[in-house]
């Protein structure tokens, strides 16, 4: 599975963004996606994910409330609409697959590259 994270960009706080993470591979359907970041100076950080058939979701505390993931597996596409960003959000978000939910945060498979965000105050 190749995947393509693109979205990114400049926001003033308080706005939102559209991440989009388009995978290929017949199999992304089977898959578990999710979304990471790092800030400058940080670890990479879990952000969000979504199971293979989309019934389920887990989410950082951080962005609970703020943050939906999503998925279209017509268009191979995982999607993390962002609300109310602050500051604090910015980094370079990550998107990742793996085969299961209790495997995201610690044995992904495939990462893509990464998008920037930043929000400025």
Known sequence: V???ASGGGLVQA???LRL??????RTFSSYTTGWFRQAPGKEREFVAAISWNGGS???ADSVK???TISRDDAKNTVYLQMNSLQPEDTAVYYCAATLSM????SRVAYWGQGT????SS
Not at 20 to 25: E, L, V, W, Y
């Open 116 to 119: 920037l965000v930043t929000v």
């Open 2 to 4: 190749q995947l393509q």
């Open 20 to 25: 989009s993470c388009a995978a290929s591979g």
């Open 102 to 105: 209790s495997a995201i945060k």
């Open 57 to 59: 979701t887990d989410y």
């Open 14 to 16: 308080g706005g939102s």
């Open 65 to 67: 409330g703020r943050f």
